[in-house]
């Protein structure tokens, strides 16, 4: 068998090779042996790697690993290092692994390589540098050894003694020769640098090295064509090129770089500091006039600049010069007049003559430009020659005496012109004041609806709001008005002392202040501050609302309560209540909500009414389906698209009963157990559930008492012992009812499998079996099939097989049915025969698992199964390229181990690319050369050989055969020629091109290139790589095109083959012509003039350039760069100035155009010129109105002459062309109340106006100038009428409000509004209550109307309030509130006060009820009430049980009926308190609630009285609650009203049925009916006091048919006490006696006492027994109706009621209190140590008010009696004296604690009315 791993010959390989082997070659065979024999023994390998399976691999056979690819040392200097795994030939073989190293011997096959190319150096010139260091070359190698040692040498290159280098650091040192940067300008030095390694043959690379000679600055800059003076015209405007300075520098580089700077007045002027061109700045003006400029004889203005030319060099040098810019005078500054207006003040008694004024004007212009004359040219008093002026001097003197009375003021206007060519003009007005007293008020201009401004509430400080103007009619210092807000409560705004502008000085909020209403007031500035005037005039300023506010919720979360199974639609409350508020008005304040839900599938359970809020159901709720929706939210959104933060919206559904409950088992219903299950063992566990949530129990059929079942958990259990032999089967049914009403239940089927008990073993049925195989068959193969059983049932009788020995390397597998299979190959070289032992074992679980054991043969069969194998594979051989056919190569032979024809091999060849190159011999393996090789086509061949042996069947081996080519130098390096274009100015070292010349050897020596520039390289203008081909500039300033341009250069090519060969190509390299000659123009100044009415079009001038350069860089085109802002002119190519736009002379009078060449160069160069344009003029303007304002106001009652305004006019002609005519042409009415003065243009009022026929009129107005013929204008204006006031407001809606009674004060709740037809502040209204409001709730302000709270709304108080106010119109509010028809307008507003919930509900009374202790489930016990003052939903009660769990009762959520939710047992309490809280709003949150005690007795027929009652049912039903009140006075006991129903008989319906029971207070214990009768009978005159009691009817109520034996029993018995009782007290007459006051307040006497026996042993028992039993028969217990006591009258009834109730007056029964009343008083005498009855317990909750129910239920006449209250210590027995003692001091307890508890409630009622009053 195979038990032998292979095991290699050494542990580790390592070889060592030169690199680059050949390919095929071996590099190392791996050898491994194994023990194993036949094809067990065969070994075949494996490169365990396959990182190096592109220059690596391994014969599979032999182990040889031969090469593939490339082994280059410098690419790994590690080596390879790889796993072999040698694998034997077993189907699943065993294998062993071996490390195998090879390392690389290195061949010099690199020459160096240099570092940091290219290498450029500088150096300083001049003294000093001699012997230093300029450059550090550096190469590599990378060869090892001695192949990569370098040394470094300088052969050749331009300068090459100048320099050294040292041979083994490469530095290159600078000589002893000074270097002079001039001599060589930029154009380095050049180094050839060679390195060479020290292999054999040495390899060399060669580099260059560039030097520069650095500049020393050491030369100034010289300027050129000194000096530098420039003449021009002032008014002209930049930017505009002055002139050029140059100035040169012989250094070079930054050295030789000149810029400019320019010193003095560089507001004006600059210069551009690379071309020396000094400009006027853009928009600097050259004014001959400006202020310190010197101005030279010839009256030209000079400006003195400074220019300064600085090299670049460090330190920099420089030489400056000077500029001087002359300035010509035009006539451009017209005469001013300063001041221009002059105030004068004169005494009217002044003389003819007198000089009054020197007036003074100033012209800055030089010569007849400056010379000036005077005269008046217009006075405000019409054909007044008052005054006159000097025309040289100037002044003026008075020509006419003053008369104040006459003309009490005058405004001179004093012309005054220059004489210049083209004259300027310039007025002074002269204002004369004659001496007058100030007299007038200043006056507002108010526009129409009055000085109103609206502001944005965001409005930030500084925003203008609006501006007041005021006007005063009085002159000088008392015309001069200043404003003021004098309202200190104003401090959002401030005005302009002078300017009357109100700014916002403050933040603005329209939610706090939504409108302001303030005063300004106007006071002139009179001289005598004691006669100040002033005027006042309101302005409102209204806040604008923005959307500033979002919507916010009242909570961040609300909660709703609903029903299942409502209808689609329901509307859903939320607790809290949804409020949304936002402070905002209009838009912003509408509010929508919307609802977001991520349901994750589920249906949308709610949808809310975007508009009102309302919130509703959209699909019929199942709480089963989920008890609550916890994942909505809501969001409000106002009307400016704010949107609230989200509120969580939480749903509850509430259940009802509505569900079965649910049962299962888990896994499936039918169960198993083992039969030899404990006792106590669960079968199964029940899964229940009931969607309601109700508890569920369980019960348990079937079974035959072998299970039951655990009421509460469902758990089912195994009681007996189970025999599976005995009963195999069972069938259990399970019962699940729940706890709901009504109840629901559910069934479940169980089926029960008993399972067997593991007791027999498995039997084989074959003895001792042999089974045979051949070897090498494949896996999976069947060897034999065993056949085993067991009699046991389930798992217990499934069989597992396993072999258990002799299965050697696992080469069986033995299936669960008994087959025997091949799972690794069987070798009979390996082993022969296998003895396998198979156990064989039950499947049972229990442990107790039964096996059987068999020995089973298997015999191997042998077969031929030997490959043929190569074992120097792979093979690698060389031979020459070019060797000859038929040529041997090598023989490649294989081994057989077979023998025999199977050891007889053929060899073929089988693969090989390409193929037909080789041939084998078919017996010997001799391999000959069939084409001859060529290392260029390919350099390696690799066959596949295969040996065929003559076996059956056959095997074949396959070897490879690797056959290298070694090269030899048969190809010359081949070259292109190269054309390559570059600029003439491309910089020192730019890529010209690269040389692509490539070699047909293969890698080495015979393929490795090098260049030189044999010829063509004129000045050294470009460098070649020696190994990179690369050409790039080496001398810059050898490339200029206009001297060369193509250079043809020679390039040699030599490969490094051994004799070398070369090849010659040429390199074409073209210079592109560069840019650099400016265009120059024919004149540097072109000068034309033109008249201002020129068309378009016309040429003005024609300029011409040209440029130096040609083609492109010749090509110029035109353009104006400066000069031509208005766009009045334009420039075509040809160099034609032509006009493009109107000239106007009246607008400029001349123009400086620049013009600019461009020629087409890339940078483009320019030149400039200049052409100067003169417009003349010509006599072409109309007068143009001046007044800004088309729009003039004037009051409705403005009397005649008043003055409006001032029409002004302007022609900018001059002399008579702009002497200007007014007049009134037209207007909106044929005749004009106005008119106007022809030569001022004063417009002034000429008849009545009246607003409020006309509130404006438009009048046309023309001008018209002097000039022939005369041009004229007309404009219309508006003339507005001031409005009076003489209107009332008048209210708007809304006037009714609703306020929420939690409204807080101090906040407004609504806005009063008014309406007025006046405009501007006369429609200002002020708002004011006068009347209603005596507790001073409501307040309204004055100004806005805004209606707010200054004290608290209560609605349970007041609902509606209905408040009387008034409005009235006034500049301001008035200090006293006074009103009339003419002055006030009024209304009645009304506030209706909405609910807030904030009283809690008030239980109605105390609630005690009593229920039939028969009852069923489900029976009303009674309905408990509360009520809640608030209104609507706050209003609307819910109740609910404080302890659900174990309550006995339920309460219907809306009514209140208490309900029975667990039969009574005898067993239990006759009493039960429960305990319920009334919640009002429904009971959602936020509710309020109050809680009370519901006491619940369980009676019977012996604990009720009846009591006829003479009225109708209907009428004691109405009166229930006074006659519960009226006996809950009764202090002995609580008597409590169980039942009303009519006792009406034939046509009477006026009587019926009270049915009352007792209970003592303390204990909560029913009364016996005996005692409950005493009671009712000692108060009858209470129940009396509310219904007409028939008091002959008042009697127990029999418990059922009494039999006539018992009734005479009955009455012996009380015959015989009363007879014990008459003589005990005989023996007691003493004590009587001495307590007879106080036997006659309890009317007991032994007298009477003789005669309540008397009566009652006077009573005939058979006439009573039939009478009572009359009566009962007629009130039978119904059956059908279980519960129910019918009173309906039968045939006996009214005559047994009638004997029952004459036999009852005769008893002992009608004055039993009496006779009680006597035990009582002797049970004292005779008892002092009587024990008192514990007192009941009194903390009662004053909170809890107690509702008695409506109709209460049925009675029956069940007689059960409280067993365990009987035994109790509270338990009285009224058969004794001393019972009967403590029944009384109880009642006489209770009187005293009744009087206690109620003085405490009303304590406490007072006290909570006063804390409410408080709250």
């Known amino acids: 068998e195979n038990d032998n791993f292979p095991v290699f010959e050494l542990l580790n390989y390592t070889v060592q090779i030169e690199e680059e082997p050949a390919f095929g070659s071996e590099v190392v065979k791996v050898i491994a042996v194994d023990a194993d024999s036949g094809i067990f023994g065969s070994v075949s390998y494996e490169i365990k790697n396959e990182e190096f399976s592109d220059v690596l691999d391994i014969d599979n056979g032999s182990g040889s690993v031969y090469v593939v690819g490339s082994l280059d040392r410098e690419s790994r200097p590690e080596g390879y290092s790889f796993t072999v795994t040698a694998f034997d030939g077993d189907t699943l073989p065993m294998s062993s692994d071996v490390l195998v190293t090879i390392h690389l011997l290195d061949l010099n096959d690199n020459p160096p390589v240099f570092l940091g190319e290219p290498y450029l150096a500088e150096v300083n010139e001049g003294p000093g540098f001699a012997g230093i260091l300029i450059a550090n070359v550096s190469a590599m190698d990378s060869d090892a050894g001695n192949n990569s040692l370098i040394s470094f040498s300088i052969t050749g290159g331009s300068g090459a003694q100048l320099f050294s280098i040292t041979e083994e650091g490469g530095e290159v040192f600078l000589g002893s020769t000074e270097l002079d940067h001039e001599v060589t300008r930029d154009v380095p030095y050049v180094l050839i640098i060679a390195a060479t390694d020290a292999g054999n043959p040495p390899m060399l690379a060669t580099t260059q090295v560039n030097v520069t000679v650095l500049d020393i600055n050491d030369n100034n800059p010289l300027f050129t064509d000194l000096p530098y003076v420039v003449a021009i015209e002032e008014e002209v405007t930049g930017p505009l090129l002055l002139l050029v300075v140059s100035a040169q520098d012989s250094d070079s580089g930054a050295n030789g770089k000149i810029t400019y700077i320019l010193s003095g007045n560089s507001e004006k002027f600059s210069i551009i500091t690379e071309s020396g061109e000094v400009m006027l700045v853009e928009g600097a003006l050259l004014d001959r006039e400006t202020e310190g400029v010197s101005i030279d004889e010839d009256g030209n203005a000079v400006y003195s600049l400074g220019v300064v030319a600085i090299d670049g060099g460090s330190p920099p040098r420089n030489t400056g010069t000077s500029i001087e810019v002359l300035i010509s005078d035009i006539n451009d500054n017209p005469p001013i007049f300063n001041p221009s207006t002059y105030n004068i003040t004169l005494s009217e008694s002044m003389l003819v003559g007198t000089v009054v004024l020197n007036l003074l004007a100033t012209d800055r212009d030089h010569g007849n430009n400056a010379s000036l004359l005077y005269s008046i040219l217009h006075s405000s008093v019409p054909n007044n020659n008052d005054f006159a002026v000097d025309e040289v001097l100037g002044t003026l003197m008075i020509a006419s005496p003053l008369d104040r009375e006459s003309v009490s003021a005058y405004t001179l206007s004093i012309g005054v012109r220059d004489q210049g060519p083209q004259p300027f003009e310039d007025n002074a007005t002269v204002v004369i004041q004659v001496t007058d007293f100030n007299d007038n008020h200043p006056v507002f201009f108010v526009p129409e609806g009055g000085y109103t401004a609206v502001l944005p509430e965001n409005a930030t400080n500084g925003t203008q709001v609006l501006t007041v103007e005021a006007t005063d009619f009085d002159q000088g210092a008392n015309q001069h008005i200043t404003y003021s807000i004098d309202d200190p409560a104003i401090t959002n705004f401030e005005i302009g002392l002078m300017s009357g502008v109100i700014t916002l000085s403050g933040p603005l909020d329209r939610e706090s202040m939504a409108s302001y209403l303030f005063t300004v007031t106007a006071s002139d500035s009179a001289l005598d501050p004691n006669h100040v005037l002033q005027a006042f005039v309101s302005v409102r300023i209204n806040v604008s609302d923005l959307n500033d506010n979002?919507?916010?919720?009242?909570?961040?979360?609300?909660?709703?309560?609903?029903?299942?199974?409502?209808?689609?639609?329901?509307?859903?409350?939320?607790?809290?209540?949804?409020?949304?508020?936002?402070?905002?008005?209009?838009?912003?304040?509408?509010?929508?909500?919307?609802?977001?839900?991520?349901?994750?599938?589920?249906?949308?359970?709610?949808?809310?009414?975007?508009?009102?809020?309302?919130?509703?159901?959209?699909?019929?709720?199942?709480?089963?389906?989920?008890?609550?929706?916890?994942?909505?939210?809501?969001?409000?959104?106002?009307?400016?698209?704010?949107?609230?933060?989200?509120?969580?919206?939480?749903?509850?559904?509430?259940?009802?009963?509505?569900?079965?409950?649910?049962?299962?088992?888990?896994?499936?219903?039918?169960?198993?157990?083992?039969?030899?299950?404990?006792?106590?063992?669960?079968?199964?566990?029940?899964?229940?559930?009931?969607?309601?949530?109700?508890?569920?129990?369980?019960s348990l059929e079937g079974g035959d008492g072998d299970f039951e079942i655990e009421a509460q958990t469902g758990v089912i259990m195994l009681v007996n012992s189970l025999d599976r032999e005995t009963r195999e089967e069972y069938l259990l049914n399970v019962m699940a009812v729940d706890s709901g009403l009504p109840m629901r239940n559910t069934s479940l089927l169980l089926q029960v499998t008993v399972l067997d008990v593991n007791d027999n073993a498995p039997i084989f049925e074959q003895v001792d079996p042999v089974f045979s195989t051949p070897e090498n068959i494949p896996l999976g193969t069947v060897i034999g099939v065993l056949n085993v059983s067991d009699a046991d049932a389930g798992l217990n009788g499934q069989v597992q097989l396993t072999i258990l020995e002799g299965n050697e390397d696992n080469r069986f597998t033995l299936s669960e049915t008994g087959v025997i299979l091949t799972i690794r190959a069987i070798d009979r070289e390996v082993m022969e025969t296998y003895q396998l032992l198979i156990q064989a074992s039950d499947s049972s679980t229990s442990g107790s698992v039964q096996t059987t054991t068999l020995e089973v043969t298997v015999l191997v069969?042998?077969?031929?199964?030997?490959?043929?194998?190569?074992?120097?594979?792979?093979?690698?051989?060389?031979?020459?390229?070019?060797?000859?056919?038929?040529?041997?190569?090598?023989?490649?032979?294989?081994?057989?181990?077979?023998?025999?024809?199977?050891?007889?091999?053929?060899?073929?060849?089988?693969?090989?690319?390409?193929?037909?190159?080789?041939?084998?011999?078919?017996?010997?393996?001799?391999?000959?050369?069939?084409?001859?090789?060529?290392?260029?086509?390919?350099?390696?061949?690799?066959?596949?050989?295969?040996?065929?042996?003559?076996?059956?069947?056959?095997?074949?081996?396959?070897?490879?055969?690797?056959?290298?080519?070694?090269?030899?130098?048969?190809?010359?390096?081949?070259?292109?020629?190269?054309?390559?274009?570059?600029?003439?100015?491309?910089?020192?070292?730019?890529?010209?091109?690269?040389?692509?010349?490539?070699?047909?050897?293969?890698?080495?020596?015979?393929?490795?290139?090098?260049?030189?520039?044999?010829?063509?390289?004129?000045?050294?203008?470009?460098?070649?790589?020696?190994?990179?081909?690369?050409?790039?500039?080496?001398?810059?300033?050898?490339?200029?095109?206009?001297?060369?341009?193509?250079?043809?250069?020679?390039?040699?090519?030599?490969?490094?083959?051994?004799?070398?060969?070369?090849?010659?190509?040429?390199?074409?390299?073209?210079?592109?012509?560069?840019?650099?000659?400016?265009?120059?123009?024919?004149?540097?100044?072109?000068?034309?003039?033109?008249?201002?009415?020129?068309?378009?079009?016309?040429?003005?001038?024609?300029?011409?350039?040209?440029?130096?350069?040609?083609?492109?860089?010749?090509?110029?085109?035109?353009?104006?760069?400066?000069?031509?802002?208005?766009?009045?002119?334009?420039?075509?190519?040809?160099?034609?100035?032509?006009?493009?736009?109107?000239?106007?002379?009246?607008?400029?009078?001349?123009?400086?155009?620049?013009?600019?060449?461009?020629?087409?160069?890339?940078?483009?160069?320019?030149?400039?010129?200049?052409?100067?344009?003169?417009?003349?003029?010509?006599?072409?303007?109309?007068?143009?109105?001046?007044?800004?304002?088309?729009?003039?106001?004037?009051?409705?009652?403005?009397?005649?002459?008043?003055?409006?305004?001032?029409?002004?006019?302007?022609?900018?002609?001059?002399?008579?062309?702009?002497?200007?005519?007014?007049?009134?042409?037209?207007?909106?009415?044929?005749?004009?109340?106005?008119?106007?003065?022809?030569?001022?243009?004063?417009?002034?009022?000429?008849?009545?106006?009246?607003?409020?026929?006309?509130?404006?009129?438009?009048?046309?107005?023309?001008?018209?100038?002097?000039?022939?013929?005369?041009?004229?204008?007309?404009?219309?204006?508006?003339?507005?009428?001031?409005?009076?006031?003489?209107?009332?407001?008048?209210?708007?809606?809304?006037?009714?409000?609703?306020?929420?009674?939690?409204?807080?004060?101090?906040?407004?709740?609504?806005?009063?509004?008014?309406?007025?037809?006046?405009?501007?502040?006369?429609?200002?209204?002020?708002?004011?209550?006068?009347?209603?409001?005596?507790?001073?709730?409501?307040?309204?302000?004055?100004?806005?109307?805004?209606?707010?709270?200054?004290?608290?709304?209560?609605?349970?108080?007041?609902?509606?309030?209905?408040?009387?106010?008034?409005?009235?119109?006034?500049?301001?509010?008035?200090?006293?509130?006074?009103?009339?028809?003419?002055?006030?307008?009024?209304?009645?507003?009304?506030?209706?006060?909405?609910?807030?919930?904030?009283?809690?509900?008030?239980?109605?009374?105390?609630?005690?009820?009593?229920?039939?202790?028969?009852?069923?489930?489900?029976?009303?016990?009674?309905?408990?009430?509360?009520?809640?003052?608030?209104?609507?939903?706050?209003?609307?009660?819910?109740?609910?049980?404080?302890?659900?769990?174990?309550?006995?009762?339920?309460?219907?959520?809306?009514?209140?009926?208490?309900?029975?939710?667990?039969?009574?047992?005898?067993?239990?309490?006759?009493?039960?308190?429960?305990?319920?809280?009334?919640?009002?709003?429904?009971?959602?949150?936020?509710?309020?609630?109050?809680?009370?005690?519901?006491e619940v007795f369980f009676v019977s027929g012996e604990n009720l009285v009846v009591l006829t009652v003479l009225e109708s049912l209907s009428s004691v039903e109405g009166k229930l609650d006074d006659l519960q009140a009226a006996l809950d006075t009764i202090q002995e006991a609580k008597i409590v009203v169980y039942a009303v129903q009519d006792d009406s008989t034939g046509s009477s319906n006026t009587r019926s049925a009270l049915l009352l029971f007792g209970v003592f207070s303390d204990t909560q214990q029913l009364l016996s009916s005996s005692v409950t009768l005493m009671i009712v009978n000692d108060n009858i005159e209470v129940i009396a006091g509310v219904v007409q009691v028939d008091s002959t009817m008042v009697y127990q109520l029999p418990t059922e048919p009494y039999d006539p034996l018992i009734l005479y029993i009955v009455v012996g018995v009380l015959g015989g006490m009363l007879i014990i009782l008459t003589i005990f007290s005989l023996v007691c007459w003493g004590c009587v006696m001495s307590r007879r006051s106080k036997m006659k307040k309890t009317r007991y006497s032994p007298g009477r006492d003789n005669n309540i026996r008397q009566r009652s042993n006077d009573v005939s028992t058979e006439k009573y027994d039939e009478s009572a039993r009359k009566w009962f028969n007629a009130n039978t217990y119904s059956p059908s109706e279980p519960g129910l006591m019918s009173l309906t009258p039968n045939d006996d009834y009214e005559q047994g009621r009638t004997e029952l109730s004459e036999e009852i007056r005769e008893s002992a029964m009608y004055d039993s209190k009496e006779f009680v009343m006597g035990f009582f008083d002797e049970a004292e005498e005779e008892s002092d140590d009587t024990d008192e009855p514990k007192e009941a317990d009194d903390n009662e909750d004053s909170e809890q008010l107690i509702h008695r129910h409506p109709p209460p239920p049925p009675v029956t006449t069940s007689t059960s009696v409280d067993k365990t209250a009987r035994k109790g210590t509270d338990q009285v027995d009224y058969s004794s004296k001393k019972g009967l003692a403590a029944q009384k001091n109880y009642y006489q307890g209770e009187k005293s604690r009744a009087s206690t508890r109620e003085e405490s409630r009303e304590e406490d009622s007072r006290e909570e009315s006063r804390g409410r009053g408080r709250g």
Request: charged share 20%.
């Open 861 to 1494: 069969e042998d077969l031929n199964d030997v490959t043929p194998n190569f074992p120097e594979s792979p093979l690698a051989v060389s031979v020459a390229e070019n060797e000859e056919a038929d040529t041997q190569v090598t023989v490649f032979a294989a081994m057989d181990e077979d023998l025999g024809n199977s050891s007889l091999l053929n060899y073929t060849i089988v693969s090989s690319e390409p193929a037909n190159h080789f041939e084998i011999d078919a017996m010997s393996g001799s391999v000959t050369i069939i084409v001859s090789p060529d290392y260029e086509a390919i350099n390696s061949y690799t066959l596949q050989i295969t040996a065929t042996d003559s076996g059956v069947p056959q095997l074949t081996g396959s070897g490879t055969l690797v056959i290298n080519v070694l090269d030899e130098n048969d190809n010359t390096p081949v070259a292109p020629e190269v054309t390559a274009s570059i600029p003439e100015n491309s910089p020192h070292g730019s890529v010209v091109a690269t040389i692509p010349a490539t070699d047909a050897d293969g890698s080495g020596p015979n393929s490795q290139l090098s260049f030189l520039i044999s010829a063509g390289n004129t000045n050294n203008a470009f460098s070649l790589g020696a190994a990179s081909g690369l050409l790039t500039v080496l001398n810059p300033f050898a490339l200029d095109a206009e001297q060369i341009d193509m250079f043809v250069l020679q390039v040699l090519v030599q490969d490094a083959g051994s004799p070398p060969r070369s090849t010659n190509t040429l390199v074409f390299v073209e210079l592109q012509d560069v840019n650099d000659n400016r265009p120059q123009f024919a004149s540097s100044v072109y000068e034309e003039s033109l008249m201002e009415n020129s068309e378009i079009g016309r040429i003005v001038t024609v300029v011409s350039a040209t440029d130096e350069d040609s083609g492109t860089n010749a090509q110029l085109s035109y353009s104006i760069v400066a000069g031509n802002s208005e766009g009045k002119f334009v420039i075509n190519n040809e160099g034609q100035v032509k006009t493009s736009g109107g000239l106007d002379y009246e607008t400029r009078q001349s123009y400086v155009l620049f013009v600019e060449a461009a020629d087409g160069g890339s940078p483009e160069m320019v030149g400039m010129t200049e052409v100067r344009v003169a417009i003349l003029d010509m006599n072409d303007n109309a007068p143009q109105f001046e007044n800004e304002n088309s729009t003039l106001t004037v009051l409705e009652n403005a009397t005649l002459d008043t003055e409006i305004a001032v029409i002004e006019g302007t022609d900018l002609d001059s002399d008579v062309n702009s002497k200007i005519t007014f007049s009134i042409i037209g207007g909106s009415e044929t005749e004009l109340p106005f008119e106007i003065h022809s030569s001022t243009g004063v417009l002034t009022v000429a008849g009545p106006l009246d607003r409020e026929t006309d509130p404006q009129y438009q009048v046309i107005v023309r001008i018209v100038d002097g000039g022939i013929p005369s041009l004229s204008t007309q404009q219309e204006f508006t003339i507005v009428l001031i409005d009076v006031d003489d209107n009332l407001p008048q209210f708007m809606d809304p006037l009714n409000f609703t306020v929420p009674e939690d409204y807080p004060t101090n906040t407004a709740f609504g806005q009063l509004s008014t309406t007025d037809v006046d405009v501007g502040s006369n429609t200002v209204a002020y708002f004011f209550i006068t009347g209603g409001n005596m507790a001073s709730i409501f307040n309204i302000n004055a100004t806005s109307g805004m209606l707010s709270l200054d004290a608290p709304l209560d609605r349970e108080v007041t609902e509606t309030h209905e408040i009387p106010v008034a409005a009235r119109s006034e500049n301001e509010v008035p200090a006293i509130v006074s009103c009339s028809e003419t002055s006030c307008t009024t209304a009645v507003i009304t506030v209706t006060v909405g609910d807030v919930n904030d009283n809690p509900p008030v239980w109605d009374e105390n609630f005690n009820f009593g229920v039939n202790s028969s009852a069923p489930v489900g029976t009303v016990v009674g309905t408990v009430t509360a009520n809640d003052p608030d209104s609507g939903d706050h209003a609307i009660v819910w109740y609910e049980l404080l302890q659900l769990e174990g309550s006995q009762f339920t309460v219907e959520t809306e009514t209140g009926v208490v309900r029975l939710s667990t039969a009574y047992f005898k067993e239990n309490s006759s009493h039960s308190s429960v305990s319920i809280r009334a919640y009002d709003n429904r009971g959602r949150n936020p509710s309020l609630s109050a809680a009370t005690q519901v």
């Open 550 to 698: 979002v919507p916010t919720f009242s909570s961040p979360s609300y909660e709703a309560r609903v029903l299942e199974e409502q209808p689609v639609g329901t509307v859903v409350d939320f607790f809290p209540p949804l409020v949304v508020y936002d402070p905002d008005e209009g838009v912003n304040s509408l509010i929508s909500l919307t609802l977001l839900m991520d349901m994750e599938g589920r249906t949308q359970p709610l949808s809310v009414n975007e508009s009102t809020g309302q919130i509703s159901t959209t699909l019929v709720l199942d709480r089963e389906g989920g008890a609550s929706f916890d994942d909505m939210q809501l969001v409000a959104t106002d009307g400016g698209g704010l949107q609230s933060d989200p509120v969580s919206l939480t749903l509850v559904i509430l259940d009802i009963n509505d569900h079965t409950p649910e049962i299962s088992v888990s896994g499936s219903n039918n169960q198993v157990i083992s039969e030899d299950a404990s006792t106590g063992s669960v079968l199964a566990a029940l899964v229940f559930s009931d969607a309601d949530e109700d508890t569920v129990s369980f």
